[in-house]
């Protein structure tokens, strides 16, 4: 999760909101993202898509199977459904998103029982961290 937060801090001296994700296999970081919303212009460039997709370049594959997703804050609708694509085994998280996550917070994607692929869950993984770095953007953009 300290990866997830260095690639957050990233998106903050971007303008962007500092959300970052990284993807783990085997110990070793295979794909490492930040928001670039703003950036790229591109409504998809969460931090999540991000990872994902650097992950999928590095490992020559589109399925992730033996990979787990750390990410600062609780996930969206899109960013979940494309981790149940990519198959993670395991996502963990910061803080929660009372207004867009798609985990526990807003929705339960992933437990969803039609699904073909089912994502074990770590939530609350250092929260107050994710959180202040979310609240600090949010304060100076208020300011």
Known sequence: MQEALRAARRALESGEVPIGAVVVSGGRIVGRGFNRNIT??????????????????????????????????EPCAMCAGAMVQARIRRLIYGA????AGA?????????????NHTIEVSPGVLRGRCAEILQEFFRARRA
């Open 40 to 73: 790229d212009s591109d409504p998809t460039a969460h931090a999540e898509i991000v990872a994902l997709r650097e992950a999928g370049a590095a490992t020559g594959n589109y399925r992730l199977g033996d990979c787990d997703l750390y990410v600062t804050v």
């Open 96 to 99: 929660a998103d009372p207004k």
């Open 103 to 115: 985990v526990h917070s807003v929705l339960g994607v992933l437990d969803q029982p039609g699904l």
